[in-house]
């Protein structure tokens, strides 16, 4: 049978009278219920607590030194963000002086810990020797050490952002080790088979590898950036949001330090969203969910 007999004996299409719609592109994504998006729901849950703690306050009449409701706290964020960028009591100079603090400790402890891992993770014999000064420095608790660090390096910006290098140190540390442990000896063994250089190894295999395994220190690392400001600031500082946070509690002003929390928890957001889009960028190659990557142990 021909394809020319097939044409003809097929049943011819009835017409139609409407008119063919635009064509749609594929891959368009569908757009569904608004509802359904995970960001929306997220939302309404945060619409939902938060009403739920306005009206628990108001209702059972709590104190509003104990708990404020989140209308006050509502206010004092407004007022705060309303004055001047160089006003003392605003959150714009504190919250820019943490910032400081939080970008620069970050980037510096995140980037020696990364240099070291690297460093160890090619040299068995040198891991093998920091090892244990690594477990154990790890296990000192860094909150403790803060009022030392204080008096060493002063009432600065510098003793804060030492505090920051600590608590952002050892999470990349480690998970870099651990990331360049996690590679596949067979892409090391084929790239060997064909000539391949150290460097060239470290390159192509070691070093994408690696990759998620950094970005989850550094993950871990951009929390702690956020509590060690705070923490040194609470030791012992002239200027930042940890600061604001004791004056208005010497104030009673619970309200007011809630505010402070929540910029807190803002700059957190941010600085993880920044990272995730880095990490999209960089790790393009993997799949966006997560549940489909696999990770070579």
Known sequence: ???????????????????????????????????????????????????AWEAAVRILKVPRHLVPPVSDIAVALWRGLATGPMAKDGFWYHGGVTVTEILL????????????????SQMPKVEALLEPYVAALQSVPKVAIAPVIVVWLGFGIGSKVMIICLLTFF?????????????????????????????????KAKFPSALPYIFA???????????????????????????LILQMEAQMDTGGSF?????????????????????????HWMPADTSQRTVNV
């Open 105 to 120: 400790g970050f980037l510096i402890g995140s980037g020696i810990g990364l240099a070291i891992g690297i460093v160890v």
């Open 217 to 243: 220190g550094l993950n871990m690392a951009a929390a702690f950036s956020v509590v060690g400001a705070v923490v040194g600031e609470f030791v012992g500082a002239q200027a930042g949001l940890g600061v």
């Open 259 to 283: 505010a402070v929390c929540v910029l807190l928890s803002v700059i957190g957001i941010l600085l993880t969203w920044l990272l995730r889009r880095i990490e999209r960028r960089v790790l």
């Open 1 to 51: 049978m021909t394809t020319a007999m097939l044409t003809t004996d097929e049943p011819a299409a009835p017409p139609s009278d409407a008119a063919p719609g635009p064509a749609k592109p594929r891959g368009a994504p569908r757009r569904g219920h608004p509802l359904a998006s995970t960001r929306v729901q997220s939302l309404l849950l945060l619409a939902a607590l938060l009403g």
């Open 171 to 203: 999470p990349v540390l480690v998970t870099s080790i651990a990331g360049f442990k996690a590679v596949d000896p067979d892409r090391i063994d084929l790239l060997r088979s064909l000539s391949a250089t150290r460097w060239q190894i470290f390159r």
